[in-house]
């Protein structure tokens, strides 16, 4: 792999490491649920209309939710919307993580979330678009891929320069206890007339 290349992953795994590691105590909060219609059958909870979903700092906005369980814990959240959100604080002091397509699957064994049809993840001033990204935070590894090769379809990036640790500053002087060379060399001067 070329140098350039390499950067640019390391950059994009930066960028997006957060998305699927959200504040600690996220996974310790209850899971609140809100739809038109909720179905439940096949260790699958299916909500339809005006769907959302919170967990601590993760929210989720859809048409269409599953979730997924086995043995009374969730293993997948699939959104369906025209687009779902997906959006999560992965850090205190740190700014939200928001993700849209028309088809998002959380997958909280692998952890692992596949955005599909006009994907879009954004954190801090960073964004990453295509039709199809796939973030694995196991692998810490991101694809992104643009579709078909039509221009609109392109994957499309947008990385904020990393902030420079502030430089220590000097504190200007007092200007009063600063000596005042002109006037000191003068009087120096006018010593040394006087003795001659």
């Known amino acids: 792999m070329n140098p350039s290349k390499a950067a640019l992953y390391a950059v994009l795994i930066l960028s997006i490491t957060p998305l699927a590691h959200g504040l600690p105590d996220d996974r310790k909060e209850a899971i609140n649920l809100s739809s038109d219609r909720a179905i439940y059958e096949n260790n699958q909870g299916i909500y339809i209309g005006n769907v959302t979903m919170s967990q601590g ?9 599953t979730i997924v369980e086995s043995d009374r814990k969730v293993e997948k959240v699939i ?3 025209k687009p779902a959100y997906f959006e999560q ?18 997958s909280l ?7 599909q049809k006009d994907a879009s993840i954004t954190h801090q001033g960073s964004k990453i678009s295509g039709d199809r990204v796939v973030y694995s ?6 694809i992104a891929d643009g579709g078909t090769g039509k221009q609109e379809n392109r994957v499309k990036m947008t990385l904020q320069p ?10 200007p002087k007092d200007i009063d206890s600063i000596p005042d060379t002109a006037t000191r060399e003068d009087s120096d001067l006018n010593a040394a007339e006087e003795i001659q």
């Open 57 to 65: 700092s993760l929210k989720i906005r859809a048409d269409k939710l």
């Open 79 to 81: 959104a369906e919307g």
């Open 89 to 106: 604080q992965p850090r205190i002091n740190e700014g939200v993580v928001v993700a849209s397509a028309q088809r998002i699957e959380y």
């Open 109 to 115: 064994q692998m952890e692992e979330i596949l955005l």
């Open 137 to 142: 935070g196991r692998k810490q590894m991101v």
């Open 162 to 171: 990393q902030a420079v640790p502030d430089e220590p500053q000097i504190a």
